[in-house]
């Protein structure tokens, strides 16, 4: 299983990016996809995931009503819209792919800087 992440960058306070992650390698059609985000010094934590074939969804509460978290299925891709961002918003964000019932799949990351 590969998984891959883009779209990061450096943003200003109040701008938006969006996040892809692209997964392969696997064709069970349940599965979850999640974002995490670590900074330096921090412990990694969960951002937002969306399970297949349902569609639910789980935000942490830091960035519910700011960043929305969608899925193309037929393309095993996530996405995350990342808007109103604030500078503790920095950090690397990492995609993974939890595979029943007990398989993990992670990415590299990728860098989010804000900052003016």
């Known amino acids: 299983v590969q998984v891959v992440e883009s779209g990061g960058g450096l943003v200003q306070p109040g701008g938006s990016l969006r996040l892809s992650c692209v997964a392969s390698?696997?064709?069970?059609?349940?599965?979850?996809m999640s974002w995490y985000r670590q900074a330096p010094g921090k412990e990694r934590e969960l951002v937002a995931s969306?399970?297949?074939?349902?569609?639910?969804?789980n935000y942490a509460d830091s960035v519910k009503g700011r960043f929305t978290i969608s899925r193309d299925n037929g393309k095993k891709t996530v996405y995350l819209q990342m808007n109103s961002l604030k500078p503790e918003d920095t950090a690397m964000y990492l995609c993974k792919v939890y595979l029943p019932p007990r398989n993990n799949y992670w990415g590299q990351g990728t860098q989010v800087t804000v900052s003016s």
């Open positions: 969306i399970n297949s074939p349902g569609g639910r969804t």
């Open positions: 390698g696997f064709t069970s059609s349940s599965y979850v």
